[in-house]
């Protein structure tokens, strides 16, 4: 049986590769470091997820780009890592619409337990960001969604370790260009329904994933909880 990754043992390799840092720290001086935060998530099994109820200005339909967004990450790794729906109390990745402050979305470590998980923040408005975004969403009803998805990708795979990258085409990107980003997603659908089959995540993005959660530490999910079709 694979042994799982505690937040003990997480911290005493942290503290290998971040001199100055003691193991025994608690997890205080790694979160304000911004360590904590890009670790992969303990997935020693089933990984538990909360997706909150749509707020003013969701739609019901956005609980379903969350959930293609986590079969997207789940698929980078042929299916081992095992999302199931949970409580929001011990599920270790967490959807909230909205609370984002002046971005798009975010992301925030959190601990559960002593596991490392994620809670996700999405403007339902990100739309709306700017003018330039709010052009496009006039001119074209399905940029709207092509934005959200591809937000919570992103902050989802914040969520996972992933950090970001220059690459236009990655999940990852963090750039100027972030109009580009999202019309470059929403190019590549010709509906929304299309995005459960299009997952906008590059060969960088999987290789980045296959490193942090390596086959051979996973354990293969009895039966995937998260319908592909």
Not at 34 to 50: A, H, N, S
Request: charged share 25%; with cysteine.
């Amino acid at each position: 049986m694979v042994e799982p990754l505690s937040r003990r043992r997480l911290l005493t390799l942290l503290a290998a590769l971040a001199p100055g840092l003691r193991a025994d720290e608690a997890g205080g001086s790694f979160q304000a470091k911004g360590l904590w935060r890009t670790t992969p998530l303990d997935v020693f099994g089933e990984i538990g997820y909360f997706i909150d109820e749509p707020c003013l200005g969701a739609r019901p339909g956005d609980v379903e780009l969350a959930e293609w967004a986590l079969q997207a990450w789940q698929r980078t790794v042929d299916g081992l890592l095992c999302f199931t729906p949970a409580p929001a109390a011990s599920a270790l990745v967490r959807v909230y619409w909205g609370q984002t402050g002046d971005r798009i979305g975010k992301m925030q470590a959190i601990e559960v337990g002593d596991r490392r998980g994620a809670e996700v923040y999405v403007d339902t408005h990100a739309d709306r960001f700017d003018a330039p975004m709010a052009g496009h969403s006039d001119a074209d009803p399905l940029f709207r969604d092509a934005v959200l998805y591809r937000t919570l990708l992103h902050e989802i795979g914040h969520g996972l370790g992933l950090v970001h990258t220059t690459g236009i085409e990655d999940a990852m990107y963090f750039g100027g260009d972030y109009v580009g980003f999202y019309l470059r997603y929403r190019n590549s659908v010709g509906s929304r329904e299309e995005m459960r089959f299009q997952p906008g995540i590059s060969a960088t993005d999987r290789d980045r994933m296959a490193k942090l959660y390596p086959a051979d530490t996973l354990v293969p999910p009895r039966a995937p909880k998260i319908p592909e079709a």
